[in-house]
């Protein structure tokens, strides 16, 4: 088990957390439900699936959690775009 606060990875995750929700704040309200909500959720899923994993025993449970981390950076990066449609 090792402290998720030391990974360089969480450290990033956690700033792209703050820049997303800065970024979204200036949305329109009609979207405070909308992309906004959706846009900041997977980055709070990112953030902690690195740290459970971090929590969890073995190296394979660790990668599992890295890799549901890895599928909200993606849902993160589609709908980036789609806030710039």
Do not use: H
């Amino acid at each position: 088990m090792q402290d998720f606060r030391n990974l360089d990875v969480w450290q990033r995750a956690r700033t792209l957390t703050k820049t997303v929700y800065e970024m979204t704040t200036d949305f329109p309200e009609t979207e405070v439900f909308g992309l906004r909500s959706q846009m900041r959720r997977p980055t709070v899923s990112i953030c902690s699936n690195i740290a459970e994993g971090c929590g969890r025993r073995g190296d394979r449970e660790f990668r599992r959690f890295r890799d549901v981390a890895m599928g909200s950076a993606c849902e993160l990066e589609c709908e980036t775009i789609l806030s710039r449609v």
